[in-house]
């Protein structure tokens, strides 16, 4: 019940007001630790896989060098040892490669979310494109680049007095140039092995395996490094704040 003095118009309830949607989402900081520490032991795991398949391309060389000089020294046996040693790495590149994929995708978004939490001004993109970006046809050459760098720059705290305090990107660029060198030449591999037929291509292509495969263990070590330092960057300034205490 309602009271009002006499004389005075009914008091009346205020109409609600117009609908306007629900309220915008708040993004909060996560931790990017946990996915971190599954990104490098994955990559790890990764590189692992990469020597066991040079050492697969290894011993390919050697059977198709013995092959080359004296065919009627090699057994059937150990041609068919070669043949099954690769297609068992090549199953185990396959699946590390998945697995860190999809592990890193999700560190990857994590990091940028929390980013745009630490500076919203940093970003030219919108977050989808932390994910998007890889699946593009050329793009996933410098899409991702272009947000990485954008993410660094948003997890880098200025210092005391307000001053930019730049990080060096040295960790993120040795890493991208060798994962775009190593990927191209990786495809390049595959497309190499499925036309080698002569005991003289198997070899090239096997040489030429070995060198793609420690391109790809490079690659590895390179991205553990940018994984730690970036988050170490994302931790110390969901600690501290946008300013350094010294």
Known sequence: MSFSAPGSPPATTPAPPPYSGPPPRVDVLRSPQGLATAVTVL????GA????????NAFVFSVMDDLVADPGKVADHTVGLSDGFTALAGSFRLLSMLATAVVFLVWFHRV???GEVFRADAFT??????????FIPIGHLFLPLWTARQIWTASTQHGPDGSLRPVSR???TAWWVVWVVASITDRAYSRIYLHAESPEALQATAAFGIGSDLLMVTAAVLAVRFVR??????HTMALQGPYATA
């Not at 993109?125 to 890889?134: E, H, T």
């Not at 330092?229 to 994302?234: K, N, V, W």
């Open 49 to 56: 896989v990469n020597l066991l398949s040079a050492g697969a």
């Open 43 to 46: 990559l790890c795991v990764a």
């Open 125 to 134: 993109q919108k977050r989808g494109w932390a994910v998007g970006g890889w």
């Open 112 to 114: 940028r979310v929390n």
């Open 170 to 172: 040295a960790p993120l």
């Open 229 to 234: 330092r970036l988050t170490a960057m994302q």
